[in-house]
């Protein structure tokens, strides 16, 4: 099934707003209803593809026939662009500036290298594509003629070692389907991001994912023991042991690269046994500042949940942690802040860490709620972006952003950032509702992820675009990383080479120049153009 073209995931599962939180959005935020409706996918005009024969035969002989180049208006629609809410407004006000020339289905590591090639010959530019998740404009490359490289037809499990317990997959996997592929051996990669229902193993490597049980199950990266990477140059193979000390890990060059260096073919990762036992349950704190100190003495002298999550004041009170109830008496959760608390392995292990892990709660401050909201929240963990595209159909905008940084350092941030995205779109006239939860905690940090909401303003994008950059400004002033999961994109980019430096930008172009010497990966993606 493809993704709904001008929203998130499968449309059958997309549901209105209830009349109170329309009522409520109406009232608090003045939000107003669209005069017009949005244009449906055929009265989108799209231009004709600007593939001269010569070139559209050197793709189709690429992937061994003409059927797997698409060049027919729904193809490429469906390929503009990922799915930030400036995303979503834009492909609902019909604008297809980024619609790609083609759509390329290759099968092979071969045929992605013949891909590559051929367009490195005819000066076309490439973006690969997976779910088509991205948040962070990555799949937009600031160059007009493009064809999107989509990697559906690349979803194999090609090796599964039980011993060692690694599987190799292939990059157009999504992730649903990974985990059935690996179930059937009695493994699982406990890898469940928010777009776990869309995303794709490809996806998850390029962007370095996080998934909601990374406390339990570590981050994607964390899972990386290998990587193949085609590029216009040749074939790069890394990973030949768990770990080693033979110079610095290549994995880490491919590893969040979104493209801008190669195509990733395959990926061998670890595996762990299915968990015998899974237990949510929820725990209220007094403040954020009370809940973010368990969390630390969990993350730090453990004993570590596999989910671990805590909601500010705000995101509470709405009732976010359980987004497919919103508006309902259940998801409203009172004063105070709501932490989701998950167990995820062996019978005498969760109960084991469960015991122990509820008397640090306890000395903290914590109240247990029970099971109840710990399941509404894995019921409905994957509803946020169906929420927001509820949110957008009524007028309102929606939008999430990310960030990480020391524990030390989150109280400031979290502060920054509420403060810039409140005083910005305040003084623009459209007072925001600001949420926010620890989404990952580490050791020596944790994440931060703002949810913000407001009414749309006349033109919404340039509405958005000073907040968002307020935010990043906030968020490198503060101490914190431009992202922590959902990539850089174009959003983050010029933050992102702020954060990396002068000399850090310059070696990994100089990368960018050695495997893409014609720069027509992702152009524009991760690093600026010359």
Known sequence: MDMLWNGWGDPAKAAPLPDAVTGVLRDLLGVKPHSTGAPALEDISVPEPALEPAVFGALADAVAGEAQVRTDAESRVRHTRGKSTPDLLLIRAGDVTDVPEAVVLPATHDEVLAVLRACARHGLAVVPFGGGTSVVGGLAPQRRAFVALDLRRMDGLLDLDPVSRTATLQPGLRAPHAEALLAEHGFTLGHFPQSYEWATIGGFAAAR????????????????????????????EIGRAPRSAAGPDLRHLVLGSEGAF??????????????????YEGWRFASFEEGAVALRRLAQDGPRPTVLRLSDETETLIGLAQPDAIGSADARQGAGCQAIVGYEGTEEDTSHRRERAAAVLRESGGVCLGAEPGERWAHGRYSAPYLRDALLDVGAFA???????????????????????????????????????????????????FTVVSAQGEDPVAHWTPAKHAANEAVIAAGGTISHHHGVGTDHRDWYVREAGVLGVEALRAVKDRLDPDGLLNPGILLPLD
């Open 262 to 279: 190669g195509v990733i073919t395959s990926v061998t990762v670890r595996i762990r046994p299915v968990p015998q036992v899974r237990v």
């Open 209 to 236: 994912s996080s998934g909601q049980a990374s406390a339990g199950y570590g981050r994607f990266d964390d899972m990386v023991l290998g990587l193949t990477l085609a590029t216009s140059r040749g074939t790069l």
């Open 399 to 449: 939008e999430t952003l990310e960030t990480a940084t020391f524990w030390s350092r989150v109280p400031a941030l979290y502060s920054a950032v509420r403060t810039a995205l409140t005083d910005t779109l305040t003084r623009a006239g459209t007072p925001p509702l600001v949420m926010c939860h620890i989404s990952h905690v580490y050791e020596n940090g944790a994440s931060l992820y």
